[in-house]
Protein backbone atom coordinates (compact mmCIF):
# COMPACT_ATOMS: atom_id res chain seq x y z
CA UNK A 1 0.00 0.00 0.00
CA UNK A 2 2.94 2.30 0.62
CA UNK A 3 4.38 1.87 -2.82
CA UNK A 4 1.04 2.46 -4.10
CA UNK A 5 0.67 5.76 -2.27
CA UNK A 6 3.81 6.95 -2.78
CA UNK A 7 3.38 5.71 -7.00
CA UNK A 8 -0.17 8.05 -6.60
CA UNK A 9 1.74 10.87 -4.93
CA UNK A 10 4.93 11.16 -6.99
CA UNK A 11 5.35 11.35 -10.42
CA UNK A 12 7.83 10.37 -12.72
CA UNK A 13 11.00 12.85 -12.69
CA UNK A 14 12.65 12.85 -16.37
CA UNK A 15 16.39 13.56 -16.43
CA UNK A 16 15.44 16.99 -17.68
CA UNK A 17 13.04 18.09 -14.94
CA UNK A 18 15.53 17.20 -12.30
CA UNK A 19 18.15 19.23 -14.41
CA UNK A 20 16.07 22.09 -14.71
CA UNK A 21 15.20 21.85 -10.68
CA UNK A 22 18.90 21.62 -9.93
CA UNK A 23 20.08 24.82 -12.48
CA UNK A 24 16.85 26.97 -10.49
CA UNK A 25 18.62 25.48 -7.12
CA UNK A 26 21.95 26.87 -8.19
CA UNK A 27 20.69 30.24 -9.79
CA UNK A 28 17.53 31.44 -7.89
CA UNK A 29 18.11 29.90 -4.18
CA UNK A 30 20.69 32.01 -3.26
CA UNK A 31 18.89 34.67 -3.96
CA UNK A 32 15.86 33.74 -1.30
CA UNK A 33 17.61 36.40 1.45
CA UNK A 34 18.10 39.37 -0.08
CA UNK A 35 14.58 38.84 -2.06
CA UNK A 36 12.86 38.54 1.65
CA UNK A 37 14.38 41.13 3.29
CA UNK A 38 13.51 43.63 0.38
CA UNK A 39 9.82 42.03 0.55
CA UNK A 40 9.88 42.63 4.20
CA UNK A 41 11.05 45.71 3.89
CA UNK A 42 8.44 46.75 1.02
CA UNK A 43 4.96 44.95 2.56
CA UNK A 44 6.42 45.75 6.14
CA UNK A 45 4.53 42.53 7.47
CA UNK A 46 6.63 38.92 7.86
CA UNK A 47 2.96 37.43 6.95
CA UNK A 48 2.73 39.08 3.76
CA UNK A 49 6.60 39.18 2.87
CA UNK A 50 6.51 35.57 3.34
CA UNK A 51 3.50 35.19 0.62
CA UNK A 52 5.39 37.47 -1.58
CA UNK A 53 8.55 35.63 -1.42
CA UNK A 54 5.95 32.36 -2.11
CA UNK A 55 4.46 33.65 -5.04
CA UNK A 56 7.48 35.00 -6.62
CA UNK A 57 9.35 31.97 -6.50
CA UNK A 58 6.43 29.86 -7.58
CA UNK A 59 5.78 32.43 -10.78
CA UNK A 60 9.97 32.33 -10.98
CA UNK A 61 9.90 28.08 -11.27
CA UNK A 62 7.21 28.08 -13.58
CA UNK A 63 8.93 30.76 -16.16
CA UNK A 64 12.24 29.28 -15.43
CA UNK A 65 12.85 28.14 -18.82
CA UNK A 66 12.55 31.81 -19.85
CA UNK A 67 15.14 33.11 -18.05
CA UNK A 68 18.21 33.60 -20.37
CA UNK A 69 20.82 31.20 -19.10
CA UNK A 70 23.92 33.78 -18.45
CA UNK A 71 22.18 36.91 -17.42
CA UNK A 72 21.48 38.43 -13.81
CA UNK A 73 18.97 35.93 -12.26
CA UNK A 74 19.02 38.47 -9.59
CA UNK A 75 17.58 41.41 -11.30
CA UNK A 76 15.11 38.94 -12.97
CA UNK A 77 13.77 37.83 -9.17
CA UNK A 78 13.30 41.03 -8.11
CA UNK A 79 11.75 42.56 -11.60
CA UNK A 80 8.99 39.44 -10.50
CA UNK A 81 8.66 39.97 -6.80
CA UNK A 82 7.92 43.76 -7.88
CA UNK A 83 5.49 42.65 -10.25
CA UNK A 84 3.77 40.62 -8.18
CA UNK A 85 4.20 43.10 -5.35
CA UNK A 86 2.41 45.90 -7.64
CA UNK A 87 -0.39 43.49 -8.88
CA UNK A 88 -1.21 41.89 -4.85
CA UNK A 89 -0.67 45.03 -3.24
CA UNK A 90 -2.53 47.83 -6.00
CA UNK A 91 -4.65 45.55 -5.66
CA UNK A 92 -5.34 45.49 -2.15
CA UNK A 93 -4.81 49.42 -1.72
CA UNK A 94 -6.78 50.15 -4.78
CA UNK A 95 -4.16 53.31 -5.58
CA UNK A 96 -0.43 53.63 -4.78
CA UNK A 97 0.44 55.61 -2.20
CA UNK A 98 0.19 59.39 -2.97
CA UNK A 99 2.72 61.74 -1.33
CA UNK A 100 2.55 65.73 -1.99
CA UNK A 101 6.14 65.40 -2.51
CA UNK A 102 5.71 69.85 -2.30
CA UNK A 103 4.77 69.52 1.03
CA UNK A 104 7.85 67.80 1.94
CA UNK A 105 10.05 69.86 0.31
CA UNK A 106 8.79 72.60 1.97
CA UNK A 107 8.83 71.24 5.40
CA UNK A 108 13.22 70.20 4.42
CA UNK A 109 13.26 74.07 3.57
CA UNK A 110 11.90 74.89 7.01
CA UNK A 111 13.84 72.59 8.88
CA UNK A 112 17.40 73.78 6.94
CA UNK A 113 15.83 77.66 7.76
CA UNK A 114 14.81 77.10 11.32
CA UNK A 115 18.67 75.64 11.83
CA UNK A 116 21.30 78.15 11.52
CA UNK A 117 24.03 75.82 12.19
CA UNK A 118 24.60 72.32 11.48
CA UNK A 119 24.01 70.80 14.79
CA UNK A 120 20.40 68.67 13.71
CA UNK A 121 22.35 66.73 11.49
CA UNK A 122 24.73 65.09 14.09
CA UNK A 123 24.80 61.77 13.31
CA UNK A 124 24.88 61.45 17.34
CA UNK A 125 21.26 63.06 17.51
CA UNK A 126 19.88 60.19 16.12
CA UNK A 127 21.62 57.16 17.27
CA UNK A 128 19.44 56.68 20.25
CA UNK A 129 16.54 55.53 17.18
CA UNK A 130 15.59 52.55 17.15
CA UNK A 131 15.73 49.94 13.72
CA UNK A 132 11.91 49.72 14.22
CA UNK A 133 11.54 53.46 13.92
CA UNK A 134 14.20 53.93 10.72
CA UNK A 135 12.15 50.39 9.00
CA UNK A 136 8.69 52.51 10.02
CA UNK A 137 9.84 55.08 8.17
CA UNK A 138 11.47 53.59 4.98
CA UNK A 139 8.26 51.41 5.08
CA UNK A 140 5.93 54.55 4.97
CA UNK A 141 7.64 56.27 1.93
CA UNK A 142 5.41 56.04 -1.36
CA UNK A 143 6.38 52.38 -2.71
CA UNK A 144 8.54 54.09 -6.17
CA UNK A 145 10.74 55.96 -3.28
CA UNK A 146 10.55 53.04 -0.56
CA UNK A 147 12.32 50.69 -3.69
CA UNK A 148 14.79 52.78 -4.59
CA UNK A 149 16.09 53.40 -0.85
CA UNK A 150 16.03 49.29 0.04
CA UNK A 151 17.64 48.53 -2.84
CA UNK A 152 20.35 51.35 -3.01
CA UNK A 153 21.13 51.32 1.19
CA UNK A 154 19.80 47.93 2.19
CA UNK A 155 20.62 45.29 -0.38
CA UNK A 156 23.55 48.09 -1.51
CA UNK A 157 22.81 47.60 -5.24
CA UNK A 158 24.27 50.37 -8.10
CA UNK A 159 21.82 52.82 -9.47
CA UNK A 160 22.60 51.03 -12.92
CA UNK A 161 21.53 47.89 -11.45
CA UNK A 162 18.25 49.41 -9.80
CA UNK A 163 18.30 51.05 -12.97
CA UNK A 164 17.56 47.83 -14.56
CA UNK A 165 15.19 45.88 -11.97
CA UNK A 166 12.96 48.61 -12.12
CA UNK A 167 13.59 49.78 -15.76
CA UNK A 168 13.40 53.67 -15.00
CA UNK A 169 16.96 55.31 -16.60
CA UNK A 170 19.69 55.68 -13.85
CA UNK A 171 19.13 59.54 -13.67
CA UNK A 172 15.37 58.84 -12.15
CA UNK A 173 17.10 56.17 -9.99
CA UNK A 174 19.11 59.44 -8.71
CA UNK A 175 17.19 61.62 -8.05
CA UNK A 176 14.28 59.41 -6.41
CA UNK A 177 16.70 58.13 -4.27
CA UNK A 178 17.64 62.04 -3.34
CA UNK A 179 14.23 62.53 -2.66
CA UNK A 180 13.33 59.47 -0.76
CA UNK A 181 16.47 60.46 1.48
CA UNK A 182 14.65 63.83 1.91
CA UNK A 183 11.52 62.75 2.99
CA UNK A 184 13.21 60.25 5.62
CA UNK A 185 15.14 62.82 7.22
CA UNK A 186 11.87 65.12 7.80
CA UNK A 187 10.39 62.23 9.21
CA UNK A 188 13.56 61.23 11.35
CA UNK A 189 13.70 64.48 12.74
CA UNK A 190 10.49 64.89 13.70
CA UNK A 191 10.96 61.58 15.88
CA UNK A 192 13.83 62.83 17.13
CA UNK A 193 11.61 66.50 17.74
CA UNK A 194 9.27 64.32 19.53
CA UNK A 195 11.83 62.04 21.79
CA UNK A 196 13.21 65.49 22.60
CA UNK A 197 17.01 64.53 21.34
CA UNK A 198 16.68 68.01 19.25
CA UNK A 199 17.18 71.03 21.72
CA UNK A 200 15.77 74.01 20.02
CA UNK A 201 17.65 76.82 19.47
CA UNK A 202 16.93 80.01 20.82
CA UNK B 1 28.16 75.97 -12.98
CA UNK B 2 25.01 75.14 -12.34
CA UNK B 3 25.00 71.69 -10.16
CA UNK B 4 21.88 69.14 -9.95
CA UNK B 5 21.34 68.73 -6.12
CA UNK B 6 20.35 65.14 -6.68
CA UNK B 7 24.03 64.48 -7.67
CA UNK B 8 24.99 64.71 -3.60
CA UNK B 9 22.85 61.34 -3.98
CA UNK B 10 25.47 60.19 -6.25
CA UNK B 11 28.73 61.64 -4.73
CA UNK B 12 27.34 59.62 -1.33
CA UNK B 13 26.79 56.71 -2.99
CA UNK B 14 30.37 57.07 -5.05
CA UNK B 15 28.24 57.01 -8.67
CA UNK B 16 30.04 59.87 -10.21
CA UNK B 17 32.40 58.61 -12.80
CA UNK B 18 33.20 61.57 -14.46
CA UNK B 19 36.77 62.58 -11.83
CA UNK B 20 35.89 66.34 -13.30
CA UNK B 21 32.62 66.78 -12.48
CA UNK B 22 33.17 64.63 -8.93
CA UNK B 23 35.52 67.78 -8.73
CA UNK B 24 33.54 70.24 -9.27
CA UNK B 25 30.90 68.95 -7.11
CA UNK B 26 33.26 68.50 -4.26
CA UNK B 27 34.42 72.50 -4.11
CA UNK B 28 30.72 73.60 -5.23
CA UNK B 29 30.18 72.24 -1.94
CA UNK B 30 32.58 73.20 -0.27
CA UNK B 31 31.17 77.39 -0.50
CA UNK B 32 27.36 76.64 -1.64
CA UNK B 33 25.63 76.51 2.02
CA UNK B 34 22.38 74.79 0.49
CA UNK B 35 24.17 72.40 -1.56
CA UNK B 36 26.42 71.32 1.85
CA UNK B 37 23.30 70.97 3.24
CA UNK B 38 22.00 68.36 1.06
CA UNK B 39 25.20 66.49 0.60
CA UNK B 40 24.65 66.41 4.44
CA UNK B 41 21.54 65.02 4.81
CA UNK B 42 22.22 62.23 1.97
CA UNK B 43 25.02 61.59 3.92
CA UNK B 44 22.98 61.09 7.25
CA UNK B 45 20.29 59.26 6.27
CA UNK B 46 22.38 56.43 4.42
CA UNK B 47 24.91 56.23 7.33
CA UNK B 48 21.76 55.78 9.53
CA UNK B 49 19.99 53.17 7.37
CA UNK B 50 23.00 51.12 6.97
CA UNK B 51 23.77 50.90 10.74
CA UNK B 52 20.33 50.81 12.00
CA UNK B 53 18.17 48.95 9.60
CA UNK B 54 19.24 45.32 10.25
CA UNK B 55 19.28 42.69 7.66
CA UNK B 56 16.98 40.12 7.46
CA UNK B 57 17.52 36.33 6.22
CA UNK B 58 14.08 34.36 5.48
CA UNK B 59 13.26 32.51 8.18
CA UNK B 60 14.08 28.80 7.34
CA UNK B 61 10.51 27.83 8.29
CA UNK B 62 9.62 29.90 5.20
CA UNK B 63 12.32 28.85 3.00
CA UNK B 64 11.80 25.13 3.48
CA UNK B 65 7.87 25.69 2.76
CA UNK B 66 8.97 27.74 -0.62
CA UNK B 67 11.45 24.66 -1.32
CA UNK B 68 8.71 22.29 -0.49
CA UNK B 69 6.38 23.66 -3.15
CA UNK B 70 9.18 23.47 -5.96
CA UNK B 71 10.37 20.41 -5.40
CA UNK B 72 10.39 17.63 -7.33
CA UNK B 73 7.69 15.48 -6.04
CA UNK B 74 10.04 12.79 -5.78
CA UNK B 75 12.12 14.64 -3.63
CA UNK B 76 9.30 15.34 -1.46
CA UNK B 77 8.22 11.93 -1.25
CA UNK B 78 11.39 10.46 -0.20
CA UNK B 79 11.67 12.94 2.92
CA UNK B 80 8.13 12.51 3.81
CA UNK B 81 8.15 8.44 2.97
CA UNK B 82 9.19 8.03 6.70
CA UNK B 83 6.21 9.34 8.47
CA UNK B 84 4.01 7.16 6.16
CA UNK B 85 6.40 4.30 6.60
CA UNK B 86 5.84 4.14 10.43
CA UNK B 87 2.34 4.98 9.86
CA UNK B 88 1.32 2.33 7.92
CA UNK B 89 3.62 -0.52 9.61
CA UNK B 90 1.18 -0.82 12.38
CA UNK B 91 -1.13 -3.35 11.70
CA UNK B 92 -4.08 -2.43 13.74
CA UNK B 93 -4.69 0.76 10.95
CA UNK B 94 -2.78 -0.01 8.06
CA UNK B 95 -5.23 -1.17 5.66
CA UNK B 96 -8.15 0.55 6.95
CA UNK B 97 -6.78 3.87 7.25
CA UNK B 98 -5.02 3.32 3.98
CA UNK B 99 -8.29 2.64 2.12
CA UNK B 100 -10.02 5.55 4.03
CA UNK B 101 -7.45 8.05 2.93
CA UNK B 102 -7.49 6.66 -0.93
CA UNK B 103 -10.97 7.41 -0.88
CA UNK B 104 -10.77 10.82 0.81
CA UNK B 105 -8.33 11.83 -1.68
CA UNK B 106 -10.25 10.10 -4.92
CA UNK B 107 -13.47 11.58 -3.81
CA UNK B 108 -11.12 15.63 -2.98
CA UNK B 109 -10.18 15.09 -7.09
CA UNK B 110 -13.60 13.95 -8.61
CA UNK B 111 -15.64 17.20 -6.43
CA UNK B 112 -12.55 19.73 -7.12
CA UNK B 113 -14.00 21.43 -9.85
CA UNK B 114 -17.44 21.73 -8.18
CA UNK B 115 -16.04 23.57 -5.51
CA UNK B 116 -13.44 26.22 -7.49
CA UNK B 117 -16.74 28.14 -8.63
CA UNK B 118 -15.38 30.81 -11.22
CA UNK B 119 -15.78 34.45 -9.78
CA UNK B 120 -16.23 37.40 -11.58
CA UNK B 121 -12.68 38.34 -12.50
CA UNK B 122 -13.84 40.86 -14.85
CA UNK B 123 -14.04 43.00 -11.13
CA UNK B 124 -10.64 42.68 -10.53
CA UNK B 125 -9.56 43.54 -13.64
CA UNK B 126 -8.08 47.01 -13.15
CA UNK B 127 -6.12 50.15 -14.99
CA UNK B 128 -4.55 50.84 -18.52
CA UNK B 129 -2.09 47.87 -18.75
CA UNK B 130 -4.45 45.33 -17.97
CA UNK B 131 -5.16 42.50 -20.69
CA UNK B 132 -9.08 42.40 -20.22
CA UNK B 133 -8.97 46.17 -20.17
CA UNK B 134 -6.67 46.57 -22.92
CA UNK B 135 -8.97 43.90 -25.32
CA UNK B 136 -12.48 45.61 -24.15
CA UNK B 137 -10.83 49.19 -25.47
CA UNK B 138 -9.19 47.47 -28.42
CA UNK B 139 -12.45 45.60 -29.53
CA UNK B 140 -14.48 49.38 -29.15
CA UNK B 141 -12.09 50.99 -31.31
CA UNK B 142 -12.38 48.40 -34.18
CA UNK B 143 -16.32 49.46 -33.59
CA UNK B 144 -15.51 53.03 -33.94
CA UNK B 145 -13.21 52.27 -37.18
CA UNK B 146 -10.26 53.71 -35.23
CA UNK B 147 -8.52 50.53 -35.45
CA UNK B 148 -8.37 49.08 -38.49
CA UNK B 149 -6.18 46.27 -39.95
CA UNK B 150 -2.50 46.50 -40.85
CA UNK B 151 -2.98 43.30 -42.81
CA UNK B 152 -6.11 42.34 -44.65
CA UNK B 153 -6.20 38.61 -44.72
CA UNK B 154 -8.17 35.42 -44.78
CA UNK B 155 -4.90 33.08 -44.76
CA UNK B 156 -3.92 31.77 -41.07
CA UNK B 157 -0.58 31.07 -42.55
CA UNK B 158 -0.10 34.39 -43.68
CA UNK B 159 -1.37 36.01 -40.55
CA UNK B 160 1.07 33.86 -38.53
CA UNK B 161 3.79 34.83 -40.34
CA UNK B 162 2.52 38.73 -40.73
CA UNK B 163 2.59 38.52 -36.98
CA UNK B 164 6.31 37.34 -36.91
CA UNK B 165 7.88 39.33 -39.60
CA UNK B 166 6.44 42.05 -37.42
CA UNK B 167 8.46 41.86 -34.33
CA UNK B 168 6.35 39.78 -32.41
CA UNK B 169 8.57 37.48 -30.12
CA UNK B 170 6.38 35.05 -29.00
CA UNK B 171 4.84 31.65 -31.22
CA UNK B 172 1.20 32.56 -32.00
CA UNK B 173 -2.17 30.71 -33.45
CA UNK B 174 -4.25 31.55 -35.39
CA UNK B 175 -7.41 29.33 -35.78
CA UNK B 176 -9.90 28.34 -39.00
CA UNK B 177 -12.91 28.78 -37.64
CA UNK B 178 -15.94 27.18 -39.09
CA UNK B 179 -18.35 29.78 -38.25
CA UNK B 180 -15.82 32.39 -38.44
CA UNK B 181 -14.08 34.50 -41.85
CA UNK B 182 -10.74 35.42 -41.05
CA UNK B 183 -10.28 39.28 -41.62
CA UNK B 184 -6.96 40.40 -40.98
CA UNK B 185 -4.69 41.48 -37.76
CA UNK B 186 -2.86 44.17 -36.21
CA UNK B 187 0.67 44.06 -34.83
CA UNK B 188 0.67 46.79 -31.58
CA UNK B 189 3.88 48.10 -30.03
CA UNK B 190 4.30 49.35 -26.04
CA UNK B 191 7.35 50.09 -24.72
CA UNK B 192 9.31 48.49 -27.35
CA UNK B 193 7.30 44.83 -27.22
CA UNK B 194 5.12 43.50 -30.19
CA UNK B 195 1.93 42.30 -29.76
CA UNK B 196 -0.41 40.15 -32.01
CA UNK B 197 -3.91 40.85 -32.43
CA UNK B 198 -6.44 39.56 -35.30
CA UNK B 199 -10.49 39.66 -36.31
CA UNK B 200 -12.72 37.34 -37.38
CA UNK B 201 -16.33 38.01 -38.65
CA UNK B 202 -19.40 36.55 -39.43
CA UNK B 203 -22.25 36.67 -42.20
CA UNK B 204 -24.19 38.18 -40.23
CA UNK B 205 -21.68 41.38 -39.47
CA UNK B 206 -20.79 40.42 -36.11
CA UNK B 207 -16.92 40.61 -34.92
CA UNK B 208 -14.66 38.57 -33.08
CA UNK B 209 -11.43 40.01 -31.41
CA UNK B 210 -8.75 37.78 -30.65
CA UNK B 211 -5.29 39.63 -28.87
CA UNK B 212 -2.84 36.63 -27.50
CA UNK B 213 -0.30 37.46 -25.46
CA UNK B 214 2.76 34.46 -24.37
CA UNK B 215 1.87 34.15 -20.17
CA UNK B 216 5.13 34.83 -19.63
CA UNK B 217 4.97 38.12 -20.34
CA UNK B 218 2.32 38.82 -18.03
CA UNK B 219 4.39 37.54 -15.02
CA UNK B 220 7.62 39.48 -16.02
CA UNK B 221 6.84 42.63 -17.87
CA UNK B 222 5.15 45.77 -16.47
CA UNK B 223 3.28 46.57 -19.62
CA UNK B 224 0.77 44.48 -19.58
CA UNK B 225 -0.66 42.34 -16.65
CA UNK B 226 -3.99 39.66 -15.32
CA UNK B 227 -4.64 39.36 -12.08
CA UNK B 228 -3.26 36.50 -10.49
CA UNK B 229 -6.04 34.89 -9.88
CA UNK B 230 -7.85 35.05 -13.25
CA UNK B 231 -4.35 33.75 -14.31
CA UNK B 232 -4.25 30.47 -12.00
CA UNK B 233 -7.89 29.53 -13.27
CA UNK B 234 -6.90 30.16 -16.86
CA UNK B 235 -3.48 28.12 -16.16
CA UNK B 236 -6.18 25.22 -14.40
CA UNK B 237 -7.43 24.66 -18.20
CA UNK B 238 -10.78 26.99 -17.34
CA UNK B 239 -12.25 29.29 -19.86
CA UNK B 240 -13.51 32.29 -18.26
CA UNK B 241 -16.63 33.90 -20.44
CA UNK B 242 -18.51 37.15 -19.23
CA UNK B 243 -20.51 39.72 -20.35
CA UNK B 244 -18.22 42.88 -20.02
CA UNK B 245 -20.12 46.46 -20.88
CA UNK B 246 -22.66 44.40 -23.26
CA UNK B 247 -19.83 42.51 -25.25
CA UNK B 248 -19.07 39.05 -24.64
CA UNK B 249 -15.79 38.94 -23.57
CA UNK B 250 -13.49 35.44 -23.17
CA UNK B 251 -10.14 34.07 -21.31
CA UNK B 252 -8.39 30.83 -22.34
CA UNK B 253 -4.99 29.68 -22.53
CA UNK B 254 -3.88 27.73 -25.22
CA UNK B 255 -0.40 26.06 -24.95
CA UNK B 256 1.85 28.66 -23.52
CA UNK B 257 -0.24 31.89 -24.77
CA UNK B 258 -3.26 33.52 -23.19
CA UNK B 259 -5.93 34.61 -25.50
CA UNK B 260 -8.17 37.70 -24.69
CA UNK B 261 -11.52 37.28 -26.97
CA UNK B 262 -14.14 40.25 -27.12
CA UNK B 263 -16.98 40.33 -29.55
CA UNK B 264 -20.68 41.86 -29.77
CA UNK B 265 -21.90 38.16 -31.01
CA UNK B 266 -23.58 36.09 -28.63
CA UNK B 267 -21.42 34.42 -24.98
CA UNK B 268 -22.66 30.79 -26.37
CA UNK B 269 -21.51 31.66 -29.76
CA UNK B 270 -17.93 32.28 -29.17
CA UNK B 271 -17.29 30.21 -26.10
CA UNK B 272 -18.32 27.36 -28.51
CA UNK B 273 -15.97 28.33 -31.00
CA UNK B 274 -12.98 29.90 -28.72
CA UNK B 275 -12.89 27.78 -25.48
CA UNK B 276 -10.41 25.30 -27.07
CA UNK B 277 -7.93 27.16 -29.16
CA UNK B 278 -5.60 24.90 -31.27
Known sequence: MLNFLIALLA??????QKQFYADFEREAVPHMDALYNYALKMTGDSDDASDLIQETYLKAFRFFDKFEKGTNCKAWLFRIMKNTYI????????EPDKVDYDDVENFYENIKASNTDSAHLEKDIYDNLLDDELSGAITSLPEDFRTV?????????????IADFIDVPVGTVRSRLHRARKMLFTKLYEYAGDKGYLVKED | MDIRKDLTAALVDNEIIDESLKKQLVSKIETDVDLRYDYMVQNLVKTLIKEKVSYQSIPEKVKSKVLRKIQPKEIRVKSSSS?????????????????????????ILINRSEVTQPKDFALEQLGEDNMFVQAKNNFRSILEGKLAPQLVSSDPSEVKNFFASSGV??????????????LGAVVSEDRGEKFAHHVYANSEGEIVYLFQVEESYLQTHEIIKLTDDLLSYLDNGNCYTTLNDDYSTLMSKSGNNIYAVVSNASLDDISQSFCALN
Open chain 1, 11 to 16: EPQTPE
Open chain 1, 87 to 94: NTYRKNTK
Open chain 1, 149 to 161: VILADIEGFTYEE
Open chain 2, 83 to 107: FFAGFFSRPAISFATAILIVLAALL
Open chain 2, 169 to 182: NYSTVVPEMRKWDL
